[in-house]
């Protein structure tokens, strides 16, 4: 009898161990994927009510999400993004920094960081949206939750989301490790330049104004290459390049 209930016990455990794994894999599984539609939501911020995307038009748009408010690498992160949001604004951007804190502690936040002199730049003013998700709705609905000991563990994701509301690109970060800002700006240009000429790829550590690679070229154009008017060269026959004419 105590075999049984033995038994009848060591089943229902182990059935309920899958079942949580199961829910663990299912809910890490929401990431939205890049090329799919980005999740839409409306959520208040220190801009008023946020409908997102369609506030935002035909713009790039990135998510730069962070767990809590007053902490200090994403106090770094806000001002490294607010010093650049001109050039942001530049590339036809819009930043929206979302954290899991109450809207009041979002006002507070800001307020304090637009006071700092960060790496004696001075003072600068946060021009973008800093979103309340206290609920972690946009969280789950942008997989952004990983830790089953900390909720806001891992809430330290960066989605960048093309006109058409297509997600492109997608990091995802430790608390421990701040964010390189140049990195995501580089990123979208990347993705900007291969939006508009679906022949083109960037090679590693590409930068504005580098050469392009192309993974295909006609035999017409392979023939040409060595001449002075030739736009490609190649290093191999699997590595061609294209002049940047910018």
Known sequence: MKKGI?????????VALVMSQGRRNQRNNTIPLIGVEAPSFTAEST????NFPADFGASWKIIFSHPKDFTPVCSSEILELAYHQESFSSLNASLLVLSTDVLSHHFSWKAALEEINYKDRGAVNINFPLVSDDSYRVS???????????????????????PDNKVRSIF??????????DELKRT???LQKTRNDNNVVTPANWNQGDDFMVPVIS?????????????????????TFKKNQE
Do not use: C
Request: proline content about 4%; cysteine-free; hydrophobic content about 45%.
């Open 219 to 239: 035999a017409q154009e392979k023939a040409n290459i060595g001449n002075p008017d030739s736009p490609f060269y190649q290093l191999s026959w699997f590595m």
């Open 6 to 14: 033995l038994f009848t016990a060591l089943f229902l455990f182990s």
């Open 172 to 181: 995802y970060y430790p608390n421990q490790v701040g964010r390189n800002i």
């Open 188 to 190: 979208l240009i990347a």
């Open 47 to 50: 801009k008023g009510t946020i």
């Open 140 to 162: 789950h609905l942008y997989g952004m939750i990983h830790s089953e000991e900390s909720i806001g563990e891992n809430i330290r994701g960066v989605f960048i989301i093309d």
